[in-house]
Structures are given as C-alpha cells and as structure tokens.
C-alpha cells in the first residue's frame, strides 16, 4: 500500500510518498508560491532518478497537486507508473476543535464539519481544506483522511483545557485550550515507549516539542493530560517568534501608548516576539547560539529565557502527572541542538537526571541521552508526523 501525505498551506504544499510495506518515504517534495508564481522541488528517494528543482507555474493548489501526480508518475522522475498505484492520502488538518479527537475519513459531511473549524485556525485551516478540495478534484475517488494537530490533546480533563474566564465563552464559543502539534507529541511518545521496552500505559512522559513553533506535552499512560500552546499556537513558550505566556494587560497598554490596533497587535506577537523580539538577533536558534557565543547578552538572554521556561513547563507537568519516567526532545533545535538541551537538562537535576555527554552530542537518530544510571531517561527522538499521518490513514481506509 502506497500513501500520499499532503501538508497545504496558503501558498506551499509538502507531500511525501510512502510505501506502507516498509514505511519508506519513496518520494518528497516542496511547491512553493502556489497562486503567486510557483516552484516545485520533488526528490526521488529510491532507485536513481534526479532531483526535479525548477519554477513552473502553480496558479491554484489543483494544479499543485497535479504538478505533484504528474512528477510522482513521470518516465523522468517518477516512482510509480500511474497515480493507481497511490492507495490513500492522509492531510494534515490544524485545528480539530472538539469535534476531531481522532483520525477521520475525509466525506462531504467531515468537510462541513471542518469548515466550521475555520474560525478557530482562520489562516491555517482555510488552507488545509483548499488542499483537501484540490486533491478531490484531481484524484478522483481516492480515500483520503484528515490527521489532525489538535485531536492527541482531546483527552485532557476540563481542569486542565478550562480558562477561567465566563463558562459561557466556553459552551457558545469553544474557547478553551486545543494545543498543537499533537501528531509530533503522539509520534514521539509512543516512540519513547517502545524505546524503553515498555507499554505506553504504564508511563509517564514529558515531550518537548522545539521548533520555530515550540509545544510541551504531558503524557500519562499513552494520553495527553495537558500542554502548553492554548486556544491558539500563540502561548505557552516563548518561541522563534511567538511571543508565548503574556499577561493581557500588556497588550492593552502596548495597544493603548503606541495606538496601534488589535491584528497589528497580534502580528507583533506573533511574528516580531519570541527570542527574535528579545535578541534582535534571529528566530533561528543557530544564529543565537554563534551570536551568544560572540558575547551578545541579548541572544543569551533569549536563549536563557527560552531554556528557562522549557524547564518550568515541563517541571509543572511532572507535578501535574505526579512523576515523570522519561523526558523527550523533538523538532528542529530539539534534535539539533546539544547545546539547548543540555542547558534544560541542568534544572533536572531535582529529577536526579544526569546527561551522557557522548550520546547528547549524536544527531539525526533516535538515541537516549542519559545516563544509565539517571532517574529519569531523556531521549533524542527524531519527530516524523507525515509517518503518523500515512499510518493512521492506512488504517482508516483498511477499515473501511
Ligand atoms: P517548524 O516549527 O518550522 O517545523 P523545525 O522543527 O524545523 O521548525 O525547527 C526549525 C528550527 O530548528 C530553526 O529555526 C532552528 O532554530 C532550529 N535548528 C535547526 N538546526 C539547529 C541546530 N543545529 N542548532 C540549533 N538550532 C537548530
């Protein structure tokens, strides 16, 4: 079996190929500048065929994907003879609400269901579905599935998603906290356990989940029981350019001395904050780290800020869970950066948590970077939501 994992924004679409036999990824690729100009980057994975790195023209996300069909069937760079041979695709989908809290079958009633979504991933969702239509429209009757970000954090108890603002904003509206990157939290965690030769139930895991966007998740027996981003990706830690955990006052005075409205506002918080608003450095986590290195208290600062509060999170959440057995780092300065993760790791030590230097510096493979001795195990675990996707599509359309 064969799955097409599609992931649409508003002007890009990643996709990969998946062959379910092996979980290979036979074929990836990138369009960019959909509906502007349009470039596709597509990379055969098996057998010898070239990269195919080129403009063409993308006008809609149809014809995306049927730039993206075309390449994956081609005598020249493809790595299946006809677009048959593709089973399934598995979308990513943003924002579940409470509707989603699993894996769905992609009908013309889910696709309701999803457009009321909308509102609450207004630049997110709207995209996703756009990638959803256009795959309809050139693929036919293929099964497709939608994943969702949200859905792994639909058990968390009222405790823990409630804000304390009037119930009734909750009921009318669904605000609450949904979190984010639940496929990466999910892929890591179950990850984790098989890893330490345990079943998932019977653990409890901190997953750290550091990117530009960055996510921690508190996992007790394979369910997520809290995590920090909330209603929107915008909270929680501060990230590359995301503001993270802000007394709302603030805005309000910002809003007020500089007369600025509330989307310019919002566009501050979330693309001018994070460690670039505190660094005036970079959002990019390498860039901080050689410019901290040249002696710019900024960078560190943003650097200690963003170590800091990974520590505080996740300490709240074992308090949370009443114990943790192991710690997970993901995502791009997850698995990257020895450096950051060995500055988080230093507040564990309440943990009795001590790090194996030699395996904290290995890169690219899922590795345990404790000590043997360590009370609690800390793992490196390379994050891979398109294998989730592909895989809970594989078992939808099985089912079906
Ligand atoms: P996204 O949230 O966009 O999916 P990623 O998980 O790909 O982000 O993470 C991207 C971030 O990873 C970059 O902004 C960069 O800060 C960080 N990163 C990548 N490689 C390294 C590295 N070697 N050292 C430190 N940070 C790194």
Redesign the pocket.
């Known amino acids: 079996m064969k799955i097409l994992v599609i992931n649409a924004g508003s002007s890009s679409l990643k996709y990969q190929l998946i062959d379910m036999e092996t979980e290979k990824v036979m074929a990836k690729g990138l369009c960019e500048r959909i509906g502007i100009d349009g470039h596709l980057k597509h990379s055969p994975l098996v057998g010898d065929k070239p990269v195919f790195n080129e403009d063409i023209p993308l006008p809609t996300h149809a014809e995306a994907i049927a730039a993206v069909i075309e390449k994956l069937t081609s005598e020249e760079y493809g790595v299946v003879s006809s677009m048959k041979e593709i089973d399934a695709v598995g979308h990513r989908v943003v924002h579940g609400g409470e509707k989603f809290a699993s894996s769905v079958l992609i009908t013309d009633e889910v696709m309701a269901a999803l457009e009321e979504c909308t509102p609450f991933a207004p630049l997110h969702n709207p995209a996703n579905i756009t990638g959803i239509n256009a795959c309809r429209e050139v693929m036919g009757d293929v099964p497709m599935v939608g994943v969702f970000d949200t859905a792994f954090h639909q058990t968390m108890p009222g405790k823990a998603f409630m804000y304390a603002v009037p119930y009734e904003y909750y009921e009318n509206d669904g605000i609450r906290r949904y979190g984010f990157h639940g496929t990466s939290h999910r892929y890591v965690s179950g990850r984790c356990a098989e890893l330490m030769g345990k079943p998932i139930e019977e653990l409890k895991i901190v997953s750290c989940?550091?990117?530009?966007?960055?996510s921690i998740a508190a996992i007790d027996g394979g369910k997520c029981i809290d995590t920090s981003m909330g209603f929107t990706p915008l909270v929680g830690l501060p990230m590359?350019t995301r503001c993270g955990d802000l007394d709302a006052g603030v805005i309000q005075f910002i809003m007020n001395k500089y007369g600025i409205g509330i989307d310019e506002m919002l566009n501050i918080l979330n693309k001018k904050s994070g460690v670039l608003g505190v660094s005036g450095v970079?959002?990019?986590?390498?860039?901080?780290?050689n410019a901290a290195a040249e002696g710019n208290e900024r960078a560190q600062l943003a650097l200690d800020m963003f170590h800091y509060w990974v520590a505080k999170v996740a300490g709240s959440y074992v308090a949370a869970m009443n114990g943790v057995d192991a710690i997970v780092f993901?995502?791009?300065?997850?698995?990257?950066?020895?450096?950051?993760r060995a500055a988080i790791a230093e507040y564990f030590g309440y943990l009795g948590v001590t790090i194996d230097e030699e395996a904290n510096s290995k890169?690219g493979e899922d590795v345990c970077i404790s000590t043997p001795d360590s009370k609690v195990k800390v793992f490196v675990i390379p994050?891979n939501e398109e294998l989730v996707i592909a895989r809970d599509t594989r078992d939808i359309v099985c089912k079906k």
């Open positions: 989940h550091m990117g530009n966007g960055s590359g970079s959002s990019d986590f390498r860039d901080l780290d993901t995502a791009g300065v997850g698995e990257n950066s020895k450096s950051s890169r994050t």
